[in-house]
């Protein structure tokens, strides 16, 4: 079989389900970063430099972007086969 043969296809529902998982999961990035690059801009250093466990609140959340996209493909890879 062919990978065009249309018998093959997905489901219209299934593919809208998957789309709307992997636009949300998108949405949960775009916010996670967009909010933690404006935690890291001049207008929000008070709220960066809040200690939480000793750390800097600015630098927990730019070292936990990199874990949370990880979290995010991973799902999307269970959600999409």
């Given at each position: 079989?062919?990978?065009?043969?249309p018998a093959n296809a997905p489901a219209?529902?299934?593919?809208?389900h998957k789309m709307l998982v992997s636009?949300?999961?998108?949405?949960?990035?775009f916010v996670f970063y967009v909010g933690?690059?404006?935690?890291?801009?001049?207008?929000?250093?008070?709220v960066a430099t809040i200690q939480v466990g000793?750390?800097?609140l600015g630098l927990i959340l730019s070292?936990?972007?990199f874990p949370l996209s990880w979290l995010l493909i991973a799902i999307w890879f269970k959600v999409a086969r």
């Open positions: 079989m062919s990978t065009t043969d219209p529902a299934s593919m809208g636009f949300g999961l998108f949405a949960v990035f933690a690059a404006l935690v890291q801009s001049p207008a929000g250093k008070d000793g750390l800097p070292l936990a972007v």
